[in-house]
């Protein structure tokens, strides 16, 4: 059977999971009220961006760590 190499999980992966997380909670309550049935453009405009910009945020930051990480 191969070695697999195992990598441990940082203190700041975690850190950056929990952020992550609190933030996609956070922004869910843009969208959660409706208005007439509906979702108005303009805050789904905002949930979107406020979304693509944590999501791109974290995944910079897992690939540096898992790259340049000890």
């Not at 929990?18 to 933030?23: E, I, R």
């Not at 405009?45 to 406020?50: R, T």
């Amino acid at each position: 059977m191969p070695n697999i190499l195992t990598k441990l999980v940082s203190m700041i992966e975690l850190f950056y999971d929990l952020v992550f997380t609190y933030m996609i909670s956070q922004a869910t309550s843009l969208i959660h009220h409706l208005q007439h049935g509906t979702i108005s453009p303009v805050s789904f405009l905002i949930f979107a961006v406020i979304v693509i910009v944590f999501i791109n945020s974290w995944m910079v930051q897992s690939v540096f760590t898992n790259r340049y990480g000890s």
